[in-house]
């Protein structure tokens, strides 16, 4: 079993920044950032491989954030800049213990308890 706890969310203005961190209990191969407004599915935002480090991004978010990982720490953090009003989500730390790159929801085994971005215009 692998505990994540988040940390750093908040209230930002658009175009403004923030940093999501991420502490993990145990490692898994792959870490993932997800986000989630209501009434809609948790959507991929980027991953990372705790070895390679090989990054992925949601279309949506590339360019503008930044998925990174402290092996030492076992931490991975989120920087999110240029943030837009549509970033604002209760954004999940994620754990995949398979290989195979996924952006599925369903493939993560472990969760955080989330943590509310809210980018006002």
């Known amino acids: 079993q692998v505990q994540l706890v988040e940390s750093g969310g908040g209230l930002v203005q658009a175009g403004g920044s923030l940093r999501l961190s991420c502490a993990a209990s145990g490692r898994t191969y792959r870490m993932g950032w997800f986000r989630q407004t209501p009434g809609k599915e948790r959507e991929f935002v980027a991953s990372i491989t705790w070895n390679t480090g090989n990054r992925y991004y949601a279309d949506s978010v590339k360019g503008r954030f930044t998925i990174s990982r402290d092996n030492g720490k076992n931490t991975v953090d989120l920087q999110m800049n240029s943030l837009k009003p549509e970033d604002s989500a209760v954004y999940y730390c994620?754990?995949?213990?398979?290989?195979?790159?996924?952006?599925?929801?369903?493939?993560?085994?472990?969760w955080g308890q989330g943590t509310q971005v809210t980018v006002s215009s």
């Open positions: 994620a754990a995949r213990k398979g290989v195979v790159y996924s952006i599925d929801y369903a493939d993560y085994d472990y």
